[in-house]
């Protein structure tokens, strides 16, 4: 398996004591599959995400990706998890603002030190991005700029790719396309995909579909 | 008699203190301590004492002129000389107590020109000689070989003059001959004039010189206190009427009650008749708003003992003395049962 | 509606605090900065009034002897008698006890009203004051004054330091001077008809009162350099300030969207943000006008002490500020409030009703604001180069020449902005790593929201390099000058000139040189100037260097004032009345020398001219020599000789070393006020930098958390910031240097000449630049340090929120 989750539990501090946000969650997903993450608002499913992208510990339980743990890793490990193994496309505040979309789309591909100028431009090519190279996230569209991050997730050839709503700020007909051509480059790579959505026709579109309620997998 | 000595004396003080009249012009009626002061039956001895009498506090050498041009118009002109001690007695050199300041006017219909002088005692700035006669403040003077042949001059920002006096009859001496009562409870100067003088010269004004000629009056007085307490300024006549006959008259005007009044008749030969207190009334007809204050310029003169019945209106209602202490001196005319003309002065209106 | 209104813009101060904090702060230390300076240029000016209220000097015309200092008493009364209204005046020092003041004589009579005793007197009748003989002295020296004589003595404060005045009567009986006045005043209003005065006098001159030593004009650029400086720090200050309400208003976009939906009119809006800053602006104004008074009480010492080292001009030791100063330091708080605010209010203004309600942050400046920005310092450069070479021509010089710094100082801190760009896309072109290609973008793109104050930075950089250069430069220059002109071992002065023979008499075969100090004071070529009589020997001829002389065409210059066929004049005259070697100078209306050289004098800005001792005491028989310099090669020797053989009081005795000491001491205070303001700027500049770094990053999580999310650690992040601020202060610090270096320049050259008269050598000094490089890293890093800290230790939860899902 990619990635092993075993009664993982996150809560946060809330108003009236903590809230208790993951419940032990057991889950597991292997290499070059995709699953489908449901569930309502405040669910769980973006914190889910964040654990297993390294962005945020863990209060208990235990994630395994590829085989190493990470729920022990510190700042740095994480970062290097971020790097090298899993990447994330989140709904917005995706790019970095100072720099181009072609800087943008290599940008965590170099830092992971694996940037392959003729895939980050074949990805371009393919999420139609080409005359887009030179502009600035600030003068994109919404798609587009989801289309620029779904292509520097990919050009860093993760592992494991993590998508939280990857379209939720898109029209319904931008959302698909873009959805499509995630899918397809996706499978293309041969990564693996958790996708946290509460859209039950995006959610059909995938090999898998766990739905998360109030802290636990339903 | 002249009042504005009194004045001047409070206004040496004035660029210090500031306002001074809170007791009306009574700094003047204080004791006079270790000043002389006058006493009655003077036995005046000249020429010195047309010279300066330093251990008494305040003397002046007065002339005031009617003038004519030869286009008609009249003039009036002052020049006066004040001697005011801050101590009695004389010293050498800036340590002499000695103050010395002067005042110079020329007056048309239509306008009035004055100006001011001072000087320190002591160092030659200024002072009296009496033989040859010689009184002198910078570079004003008046200066003959006696007092009744003078020449005087006078300067200013804006004017100038140069005139020749010759005294026309002898000196006449006021109240108990030369001694002059200024109030019911005896304050008293020693004061004797020359009213005839005959004046010529030439005035230098803004708009070129003018030739006049005209009648002059001199007066001489010095005191110690002339002023009582309760006396809140004064109104002054010095007439000259076409008889030939003169008037010297003033009132004292008091806080509450009659003003103190006195004066002079004097004959067209010089001889005097002294007017009692109460003898001559005098009454503003009409006042005229000057530097802000309300100023009488048209006076009733009644002097039954001789028939006289006046009214005296100033030539220019805005003769105002715009000196460090200011008040109001300018020619006159004179109209109803004498005519002719004259200087008036108005002190104490606030 | 109004106090809803309000209500709901304060909320946004209470949450928060930090931009508030800056707000306030930066406001409060430009007012600070710049009521401090006005209320020392306040009291200074207080002080001339008072002595000019005394002399007269500036208001009236004097007429004041042609050479020396005595008009005979008869002179004063045949002016008079020939209808010159003048008022005479006799001035001269007294020791009383261990006390040196100032005697002023005046007689009230004539002196115009409003002059000494006449509006000194207050409540003493003048009977008191000319009868009795009354000194008005300065508290200072009235109790030293009444040991010393047995007149009645009034403490009067608003007199000048170190004064009395009396009756010229009492003045010529206390100094012993009987018959005796130093000058007349002139009155305004002169009677027709008056003589001139060389027929009455000949041997005085009349002195335009514009012309007089009058110490304000003196002064004036003294304080045009603390006003400049005042001025530059209230620039700094409001830099912030600008910075601080334009990133208030642009984050308030949103609620001023919210508020006209519900109903609330723009111009009613608009009205109560101007409140708003009004209120502000007055609590800011007020802790800044406070703060001001103290840093003027704080430095009014030194500022006193300069002014009478430089021009002799006393000024009292205590503020007294009028109510006047209040409302003006109020009155620039809210000026530059309104100038900080009138851009931000304005685009609110303009705002249409359904407007993006989102900070549009620092938007990264158009290429046509660029052109316009790069316009404007084209403009402005050339502009200060045009102020620099034909202003001088033109009038004011000094004017001109500050007018020049403004312009160069101003479009150098225009410039900056766009010269860091290039400089940070030089450097994002070559970079290699992503992290660093990054690094570069981000930080070019920060430079919108630090520009501001990287400004500030650079100009209280530039006038730190400036100014520590002038002054070093100065201070070189006067040692040197000190070791020239300081050349005798000793210094000694007595009173009569009986004692001076008998000091002669006494030194000859004691010193090896005696070398008498015969000066007076004298106009030549229309200027004011010490005249000295030297007796010229190789202590001249070794030690004087000449700016410019005739030496090589006409042989040696001291061998031809020694025989009285030449002078030597100072910097000060040779440029006040354009004289230089080979051109004439009449020293008396009889005699005329040709200038054989022109000596560097940094020691006062008054003309001094040497001829020849024989001379000086042809053409000056009265003036005897009280002063003398001895040359010996044992002083302590000689010294105490002196003391014990020839009975001279040890005060009476000054060694060369001691006089070295006073005068680096008088420099080196000189400079202390200058020094301070210098480093006070810089410090507000500190403080922009801190403060716009704070709140750039509470902004700047959501550019960062990109970052983060792929795969740059916090701390990293940290250190990058941390990296950012040093290298834009070390960026800004090379445009600084040069930029300072040519201010320093426009000082010594421009500036100096204006002022004082003298033109100095620019020295450079890099360990000072180093030093100051340093500390300005050192700055940009501490005040990195605190933001860069929170950003590594901002939670992940805080970076999560920017990914948050809007639903």
């Known amino acids: 398996m990619l990635l092993e989750i075993t009664n993982l539990a996150k809560s946060f501090a809330g108003p009236e004591g903590p809230i208790e946000v993951l419940r032990g969650i057991d889950l597991s997903l292997g290499a070059g599959r995709t699953l489908a993450l449901t569930g309502e608002s405040g669910s769980g499913k973006s914190t889910l995400l964040h654990l297993v992208g390294g962005l945020d510990r863990a209060d208990g339980g235990r994630i395994v990706i590829d085989g190493s743990e990470i729920t022990g890793l510190d700042d740095a490990g994480r970062a290097a998890l971020r790097r090298n193994t899993v990447s994330i496309v989140f709904q917005q505040f995706n790019l970095i603002p100072s720099l181009d979309v072609g800087a943008n789309i290599a940008f965590q591909a170099r830092l992971a030190g694996n940037h392959d100028p003729e895939r980050a431009h074949a990805l371009a090519n393919a999420l139609g991005l080409t005359d887009q190279l030179a502009k600035y996230p600030e003068d994109l569209s919404g798609g587009q700029q989801q289309r620029v991050a779904i292509a520097r997730t990919l050009a860093a050839k993760p592992r494991l790719v993590l998508a939280d709503e990857p379209t939720g700020n898109l029209d319904e007909a931008t959302a698909a396309a873009v959805l499509d051509q995630m899918l397809a480059l996706v499978s293309e790579t041969g990564a693996a995909l958790m996708m946290a959505t509460h859209s039950p026709n995006l959610a059909d579109r995938l090999d898998a579909r766990v739905h998360l309620s109030l802290g636990r997998l339903a | 008699m002249r009042i504005d000595p009194i004045l001047a004396c409070l206004m040496l003080a004035a660029p210090l203190t500031a306002p001074v009249h809170a007791q009306g012009f009574a700094g003047m009626g204080a004791e006079a301590e270790g000043f002389a002061t006058p006493k009655p039956d003077p036995d005046f001895d000249f020429p010195a004492d047309h010279g300066p009498h330093p251990d008494y506090r305040i003397e002046w050498w007065y002339l005031t002129a009617n003038l004519d041009a030869p286009d008609g118009t009249e003039y009036g002109l002052q020049w006066t000389l004040f001697r005011s001690a801050l101590a009695p007695g004389e010293a050498e050199g800036w340590q002499s107590p000695q103050v010395w300041f002067a005042h110079a006017a020329i007056t048309t219909p239509d306008r009035h020109l004055s100006t001011e002088r001072f000087a320190r005692g002591g160092i030659g700035q200024a002072g009296v000689t009496p033989d040859p006669f010689r009184a002198w403040i910078d570079d004003w003077h008046m200066q003959g070989y006696t007092l009744g042949d003078l020449s005087l001059t006078a300067t200013a920002p804006d004017f100038s003059y140069d005139m020749a006096l010759q005294a026309q009859g002898p000196l006449v001496f006021h109240g108990q001959n030369g001694f002059s009562v200024k109030s019911p409870q005896g304050q008293a100067s020693y004061y004797y004039s020359q009213p005839f003088y005959e004046i010529s010269g030439t005035l230098d004004l803004p708009e070129g010189p003018v030739e006049v000629t005209g009648s002059a009056w001199l007066d001489r007085e010095w005191s110690s206190q002339p002023l009582s307490d309760d006396q809140t300024g004064w109104d002054w006549f010095s007439l000259t009427f076409q008889t030939g006959e003169k008037l010297m008259g003033f009132q004292l005007r008091e806080d509450d009650g009659d003003p103190f009044t006195a004066g002079t008749w004097i004959m067209p030969d010089g001889q005097t008749k002294t007017l009692d207190d109460g003898a001559l009334q005098a009454t503003p007809l009409e006042v005229t708003a000057v530097a802000g204050r309300e100023v009488p310029t048209r006076w009733h003169l009644q002097l039954p003992a001789r028939d006289l019945d006046i009214t005296v209106a100033a030539l220019n209602r805005d003769a105002w003395m715009a000196t460090s202490v200011p008040y109001w001196e300018g020619p006159v005319h004179v109209s109803g049962s004498h005519a002719g003309r004259g200087y008036l002065e108005m002190t104490g209106y606030e | ?807």
Not at chain 3, 158 to 187: C, K
Not at chain 3, 638 to 664: N, V
Not at chain 3, 782 to 790: D, I, M, N, V
């Open chain 3, 1 to 807: 509606m109004n106090r809803a209104g309000l209500a709901a813009l304060w909320s946004f101060w209470r949450r928060n605090p930090l931009q508030l904090f800056t707000l306030v702060a930066g406001l409060a230390l430009a007012t600070a900065l710049w009521s401090g300076v006005q209320a020392l240029n306040a009291e200074a000016r207080a002080s001339y009034d008072a002595a000019a209220s005394v002399m007269g000097e500036g208001r009236y015309d004097q007429i004041v002897p042609r050479a020396g200092d005595t008009i005979a008493q008869d002179t004063y009364l045949a002016l008079r008698r020939a209808g010159w209204q003048v008022g005479p005046v006799l001035e001269d020092s007294l020791t009383a006890g261990e006390t040196r003041l100032r005697i002023v004589g005046l007689d009230p009579l004539t002196a115009p009203a409003g002059l000494g005793p006449v509006s000194q007197a207050g409540d003493t009748p003048l009977q008191t004051v000319l009868a009795e003989g009354v000194l008005f002295a300065h508290p200072g020296v009235a109790e030293a004054l009444r040991d010393a004589t047995s007149q009645r003595i009034v403490a009067d404060a608003a007199l000048p330091p170190d004064t009395a005045i009396t009756d010229i009567g009492i003045a010529q009986r206390v100094l012993d001077r009987p018959g005796e006045i130093s000058r007349l005043i002139v009155a305004e209003r002169q009677p027709m008809g008056r003589p001139a005065l060389d027929r009455i006098a000949p041997d005085l001159v009349l002195q335009p009162s514009r012309q007089s030593a009058d110490i304000a004009q003196l002064t004036d650029s003294f304080h045009l350099n603390l006003t400049a400086f005042g001025l530059l720090s209230f620039a700094v200050g409001i830099f912030i300030v600008h910075g601080a309400i334009g990133l208030a208003f642009e984050q308030r976009r949103g609620m001023v969207r919210t508020l006209r939906t519900l109903g609330m009119p723009l111009r009613r809006l608009v009205l109560l943000m101007g409140l708003e800053l009004l209120i502000l602006s007055l609590v800011a104004g007020g802790i800044g006008v406070v703060l001001g008074y103290l840093l003027a009480a704080s430095l009014l010492p030194d500022v006193a002490a300069t002014l009478e080292g430089l021009y002799g001009a006393q000024i009292s030791g205590a503020l007294s500020l009028e109510p006047v100063w209040w409302l003006s330091g109020l009155a620039i708080a809210i000026l530059g409030t309104a100038l900080a605010a009138t851009g931000a209010l304005w685009r609110i203004a303009r705002m249409p009703v359904l407007a993006s309600g989102k900070a549009r942050a620092w938007a990264v400046a158009s290429t046509r604001a660029r052109g316009l920005q790069a316009a404007a310092v084209a403009l402005l450069l050339t502009a200060s180069l045009a102020l620099v070479t034909v202003g001088p021509a033109l009038g004011d010089g000094l004017i001109a020449g500050f007018a020049g710094l403004a312009c160069l100082l101003l479009g150098a801190a225009l410039a900056l902005p766009l010269l860091l760009d290039a400089m940070l896309a030089l450097a994002q072109h070559r970079a290699r790593g992503v992290l660093w290609q990054w690094f570069w973008a981000d930080t070019r793109q920060q430079l919108p929201g630090l520009r501001l104050a990287l400004m500030a930075l650079l100009l209280a950089m530039a006038a730190n390099v400036g100014v520590s250069t002038m002054v070093s430069s100065f201070r070189l220059t006067f040692i040197g000058f000190l070791d020239q002109r300081l050349t005798a071992e000793l210094y000694v002065g007595v009173d009569t000139a009986e004692r001076a023979a008998a000091l002669q008499d006494f030194a000859a075969p004691r010193a090896r040189t005696i070398l008498p100090l015969l000066s007076v004071d004298t106009r030549l070529a229309d200027q004011p100037t010490e005249l000295y009589g030297a007796r010229v020997g190789p202590s001249y001829a070794d030690n004087w260097s000449f700016i410019a002389d005739d030496a090589g065409t006409n042989g040696r210059v001291w061998d031809r004032v020694e025989q009285g066929r030449a002078v030597i004049i100072n910097e000060q005259l040779a440029r006040g009345a354009d004289l230089w070697p080979g051109d004439d100078l009449a020293i008396t209306p009889d005699v005329t020398l040709p200038i054989a050289g022109v000596a560097g004098d940094y020691g006062n800005p008054k003309g001094q001219a040497v001829i020849g001792e024989a001379l000086f005491r042809d053409l000056f028989p009265d003036i005897r020599a009280t002063r003398f310099g001895l040359r010996t090669d044992d002083p302590g020797d000689l010294r105490d000789a002196l003391i014990e053989d020839f009975g001279l009081d040890p005060g009476q005795i000054t060694d060369q070393a001691a006089l070295k000491r006073f005068s680096l001491d008088v420099f080196e205070r000189t400079f202390t006020v200058t020094g301070a303001l210098n480093i006070l700027t810089l410090a507000v500049a500190g403080f922009a930098i801190l403060m716009s770094l704070l709140t750039l990053a509470g902004m700047r999580v959501p550019q960062l958390a990109p970052a983060w999310a792929l795969g740059v650690t916090r701390r990293a992040l940290g250190r990058l910031e941390l990296l950012r601020a040093v290298i834009l202060a070390a960026l800004t610090l090379l445009v600084a240097l040069p930029l300072g270096l040519a201010l320093a320049w426009m000082l010594l050259a421009i500036i100096n000449v204006e002022a004082f008269g003298w033109r100095l050598p620019m020295y450079l000094f890099p360990l000072d630049y180093a030093r100051l490089g340093a500390f300005a890293l050192l700055a940009a890093l501490l005040a990195a340090l605190w933001p860069a800290r929170r950003l590594a230790r901002t939670p992940a939860a805080h970076l999560l929120k920017v990914f948050a899902n809007a639903n």
